[in-house]
């Protein structure tokens, strides 16, 4: 069935991706395509200072997911506890914080993925961002993902002058990261940078 595969190599300043094989006409100045179009674009420049992702999202690792988040086997939270808990202990931040769900993607699956991963590895995540309902992301088509409105609230701000970590499964456009990361920076994060699971 396959196993996880990590990402190794030369990756992009950005977002992670591996750049190994890709033509260079699809990489510019260590950063992929996505990464150098955000930050042409004045209102994203600079937004996501850096995304770190361990694995490649695929065959395996998307199963894995939709076990853990879609069936309720919480106990799958363990398995990366060790790679979280080495990655963050070499890491300087201030604030942890996961991307949440909305109250009614919460209810349906009873636990927020991104916040038990970080507790299975002894985490102390800090869960000051809330999230407005919208339809889910893996519905939506990339274009519609990129022009979505902000879906993030800051329940108290605890960020001001301070190096945050977000905290997510899956990097897939960014989106989700960078709504999150420009509400951080527009009340006054000094940088915010995030951590992931898998790159798809």
Wanted: net charge positive.
């Amino acid at each position: 069935m396959g196993k996880l595969e990590e990402i190794v190599g030369k990756r992009c300043n950005g977002c992670s991706r591996p750049l190994d094989g890709l033509p260079s006409n699809l990489v510019k100045e260590a950063l992929c395509l996505d990464c150098h179009r955000w930050e042409q674009d004045s209102d994203w420049k600079g937004i996501l200072d850096h995304n770190h992702s361990f694995f490649h999202y695929n065959d395996f690792m998307k199963d894995y997911l939709a076990r853990y988040k879609y069936r309720g086997d919480y106990a799958l939270a363990q398995a990366f506890s060790h790679t979280i808990k080495l990655y963050l202990a070499k890491r300087k931040y201030d604030i942890i914080i996961p991307i949440p769900l909305n109250d009614e993607r919460l209810y349906e699956r009873g636990f927020n993925q991104s916040t038990a991963l970080l507790e299975k590895a002894e985490v102390r995540p800090s869960n000051i961002l809330t999230r407005s309902h919208s339809e889910k992301q893996s519905k939506k088509t990339r274009s519609e993902r990129l022009c979505q409105e902000q879906v993030f609230q800051l329940t108290e701000n605890v960020v001001k002058e301070k190096a945050i970590l977000l905290f997510d499964d899956i990097y897939t456009t960014g989106t989700t990261l960078r709504q999150a990361a420009k509400l951080i920076k527009e009340a006054g994060a000094a940088e915010v940078s995030s951590l992931t699971l898998a790159r798809g």
